[in-house]
C-alpha cells in the first residue's frame, strides 16, 4: 500500500497546472508568476514554489530573469480519453455541487464521464448487483462516491481502475481521496460541550455506521467519552435512509429527551433536519444547535449562517483528474490524499435552552 500523503498548497498548485498545460489553456509560454498568483487567488511564493516543481519536472523551461518560462508538452503528456464511469451513493448526490464539479473536470480534462445508472443505495451495496453495473457498461475506470469497505474491496479485488472518493477507503489498495475531518470534528464537539451541550446527536448516512462506526463517527464518540458524556445509540442512531425514515427519526429524539445538538451528515439531509424542526416550531439556535459536517454553496445564502465543517472539493476533484491521466498513461497510481477541513462557527448554534 503507497504511503499516505496530504498534498502541499503549492504541490495542488503543481497539479493543477500540470493539469491545465496538459488541456493545451496556455502553449508556448507561460504566463508569469504574479499573473497567475493573481488568476489563481495564491500566495506569489506557494505559485513560484509550484512553477519550481513544474520546471524540475521539465515540463516548464526557465529562460532567466523577467522572461516567461517555455512550456514542452512531451508527447507522453498526450493521452487518450476514458470512459469514466461515477458511482454515487445515492440518486440525488448528482446534484452536490463536488461531484458535478468532478465530472465536469474530467470532462474538461478529455475523458467521457458520465454518472451510472444506479447508486449504491439502489443497488444496496450489494458486490453482485454491482458487477453486473459494471459489466453492462462501457466504463474504463470508476470513482466510486462513499463506497462502503465490502465495496471497495470489490473493485481492489477484480483490479478494475478505480478511485475512491471518500467512503471507507481506509487500508484498501486503491487510489483515493476526502476530506480530513478528524481534528475539525474533536473542535466542534469540543466547542458544543463548552456551550453546555450534554445531549448531542449525529445523524449520518448507514455506510458510515455499518458494521461498525467509521472514523469520524468513532471521533465524535471519542470525543463525547473524553468529556464524561455516555454515549450509545441515542447519540448516533439507526435510521432509514429516505424522508420518512428521517422524519420518523427526528419525530423521535424529540419526543422524551430532545438532544439539544443535531450533528447532520451531507447539507442535503441538514436542510432536511432544518425544515421539518422548524414545521414544529424548533429552531437554531433557539431550541437545538444545529452543526452540518459537509459544506455547500448555498449555506452563504443562510441567516443565521450554518456551523458546518468547511473544507475545498476542488482539490478532490483535481486529485481524480490527475489519476484519470495516470490510468490512461497506463502508469498504477494506488496513492491516498487528504484535504483539510476546519469548523466554523455559524450563528445555528448556542447554548442548550434553559429548560433543557
Avoid at 177 to 202: A, C, Q, Y
Avoid at 293 to 307: I, K, L
Amino acid at each position: 500500500m503507497s504511503e499516505l500523503r496530504v498534498l502541499s498548497a503549492s504541490e495542488q498548485v503543481a497539479e493543477h497546472l500540470r493539469e491545465q498545460i496538459n488541456r493545451g489553456v496556455w502553449s508556448g509560454s507561460m504566463p508569469g508568476g504574479r499573473a497567475l498568483s493573481q488568476q489563481f487567488g495564491v500566495g506569489r511564493m506557494t505559485m513560484e514554489t509550484a512553477l519550481s516543481q513544474l520546471e524540475k519536472e521539465g515540463i516548464l523551461v526557465p529562460k532567466g530573469a523577467g522572461r516567461k518560462r517555455r512550456i514542452v508538452l512531451p508527447e507522453r503528456l498526450t493521452v487518450p480519453g476514458l470512459r469514466v464511469g461515477i458511482l454515487l451513493y445515492a440518486p440525488d448526490d448528482s446534484k452536490i455541487y463536488y461531484n458535478v464539479d468532478l465530472q465536469h473536470r474530467l470532462l474538461n480534462a478529455g475523458h467521457s464521464a458520465g454518472f451510472a445508472p444506479k447508486t449504491l443505495t439502489e443497488l444496496g451495496m450489494n458486490p453482485r448487483r454491482i458487477a453486473r453495473l459494471v459489466e453492462n457498461s462501457p466504463a474504463d475506470a470508476w470513482v466510486v462516491s462513499s463506497g462502503s469497505r465490502e465495496v471497495l474491496e470489490w473493485f481492489a479485488e477484480h483490479r478494475l481502475p478505480t478511485f475512491a472518493f471518500a467512503g471507507r477507503r481506509r487500508g484498501v489498495p486503491i487510489a483515493s481521496t476526502g476530506p480530513d475531518k478528524e481534528s475539525s470534528m474533536r473542535t466542534l464537539v469540543g466547542r458544543l460541550v463548552e456551550l453546555g451541550h450534554r445531549r448531542i446527536v449525529m445523524i449520518d448516512r448507514e455506510v458510515l455506521r455499518k458494521p461498525e462506526p467509521g472514523r469520524i463517527e468513532k471521533v465524535f464518540l471519542e470525543e463525547l467519552d473524553r468529556h464524561g458524556i455516555k454515549h450509545g445509540s441515542y447519540n448516533l442512531p439507526d435510521w432509514r435512509e429516505d424522508a420518512e425514515g428521517l422524519q420518523e427519526l427526528l419525530d423521535r429524539l424529540f419526543r422524551h429527551t430532545p438532544p439539544t445538538a443535531l450533528i447532520v451528515g451531507e447539507s442535503s439531509t441538514f436542510i432536511a433536519v432544518q425544515q421539518h424542526l422548524a414545521q414544529r416550531g424548533i429552531l437554531a439556535p433557539r431550541d437545538v444547535s444545529l452543526v452540518c459536517d459537509d459544506p455547500d454553496p448555498v449555506f452563504a445564502w443562510c441567516r443565521p449562517t450554518v456551523a458546518h465543517i468547511h473544507w475545498d472539493g476542488s482539490p478532490l476533484a483535481r486529485r481524480a483528474v490527475r489519476w484519470a491521466a495516470n490510468v490512461a498513461r497506463g502508469k498504477e497510481d494506488r496513492r491516498r490524499s487528504f484535504t483539510k477541513a476546519k469548523f466554523v462557527e455559524g450563528g445555528t448554534i448556542g447554548p442548550p435552552p434553559k429548560n433543557q
